[in-house]
């Protein structure tokens, strides 16, 4: 069961109570407070584990608490520390507020591990009250409760390549054919629900993790549909690759624009992020029906046909457009990087995309690597 959303309550151990005792002992005379002090209670922490890819773990844990120091004891003995509690997570978790809605923690590095709560104080014992002018202390200090918060802990996915695009584009097809990941795939407009990863492999040496992720509809950005579900998704892949259906009834300017304002009213920072554009389900068409389709989309986009894909050993016979990179010139941000007709089913130019992507995802790591 895949589960990307936890609410959960986390609590730290309340501190053991100080001891009251006094020393008691045949031919000591007026021995003296002797109570030990409590011991802290337990804290909560947060580890970030590469073995486990979803929040299923925690599904149904309502409170999850650490233990309670011990009391002190008589003859100056201290109360034992409580237990701390580690939640396990998956790399990509945010631990949110659940009454402000303030992001506390983003964790993302393997083995990672964060101090959450800190367990209460332990009491001191009598002992430690002792002075001139009270020799016989009969009281001792409770100790501090621990702390109670209300998360929520969403996990968002991290992938080199986020897929976007309407319900049955051909995302899932994609992935399938490019990847070891298996989804579901249907002949009938249905969406992903939950998000699949795939490694592609790029001859021996490279590879680049691509993300299925369920399709978007107008208002998704509102919480329409899976909405807020799907935009969380891709909120940290690195590039985007947008599918454009080329037989859909919905022209391919019309999706390729609803895509963009859905990305950038979520967030600014998602619609910053680079990207690509495949045409998909060319199989249906002739090879001029689909120039005539992709030079118009080019020139509604404001972009003109060029070759620089056949390095990737795209088809020659098809129109396609290649952002071409230079020494010392950066990415674009407002235009894609490539548009490229595909077709999955009959893996038309789906090995020149492979590689294409293999290339955008390490131009766009070299520049964030000389951006930091």
């Keep these: 069961m ?16 100080g001891c009251v005792s006094f020393w008691t002992e ?29 929040l299923s773990a925690l599904r149904g844990r309502n409170h999850i608490k650490a233990e309670n120091g011990r009391p002190g004891e008589g003859r100056k003995k201290y109360g034992r520390k409580g ?12 631990v949110v507020d659940a009454e402000t809605g303030e992001e506390l923690f983003d964790l993302l590095e393997e083995g990672e591990k964060v101090l959450f709560l800190e367990g209460g104080k332990g009491g001191l014992g009598n ?3 002792k002075n001139a002018s009270n020799q016989r202390p009969t009281y001792a200090q409770p100790g501090l409760p621990g702390i109670t918060k ?12 986020g897929l976007v695009g309407y319900p049955n584009v051909g ?5 399938s054919t490019l990847s070891n990941a298996k989804p579901q795939v249907a002949n009938y407009e249905f969406t992903t629900l939950t998000p699949k990863l795939g490694v592609v ?25 899976l909405g807020l579900e799907f935009l969380r998704h891709i909120e940290r892949t690195k590039t985007l690759l947008l599918l454009i259906d080329a037989a859909n009834y919905r022209e391919m300017q019309y999706q390729y624009e609803s895509l963009l304002v859905e990305l950038e009213r979520y967030s600014d920072k998602l619609a910053k992020r680079k990207y690509a554009i495949a045409i998909t389900k060319t199989d249906a ?19 003109t046909a060029n070759e620089t894909l056949h390095q990737f050993k795209a088809d020659k016979n098809y129109t396609s457009y290649g952002f071409e990179k230079d020494f010392g010139v950066k990415l674009p941000q407002d235009k894609p990087l490539f548009v490229m007709p595909i077709s999955s089913v009959t893996h038309f130019n789906t090995e020149a995309l492979r590689y294409a992507l293999n290339d955008i995802v390490k131009a766009v790591k070299e520049e964030e690597q000389e951006e930091a």
Excluded at 31 to 53: A, H, I, L, W
Excluded at 150 to 161: C, G, H, P, Q, S
């Design 171 to 175: 995302k899932s097809t994609l992935i």
């Design 285 to 303: 068409f002739s090879v001029e029906e689909v120039n005539t389709l992709t030079d118009k989309f080019l020139n509604d986009i404001g972009l």
């Design 201 to 225: 492999n790029v001859g021996d040496f490279d590879s680049f993790m691509m993300a299925d992720i369920p399709g978007i509809i107008e208002g998704a950005s509102d919480g329409r549909g």
């Design 26 to 54: 045949k031919f000591v005379v007026k021995g003296g407070p002797d109570g030990g002090d409590g011991g802290r209670g337990g804290s909560v922490y947060f580890k970030v584990d590469n073995n486990t890819d979803t």
């Design 83 to 94: 237990k701390d509690t580690t939640i396990i997570v998956p790399p990509g978790t945010t």
């Design 150 to 161: 209300e998360i929520r802990l969403e996990m968002k996915m991290i992938a080199d390549v």
């Design 127 to 129: 002992m430690h009250f």
């Design 2 to 17: 895949f589960v990307d959303s936890v609410e959960l309550t986390v609590s730290s151990g309340k501190g053991g109570a």
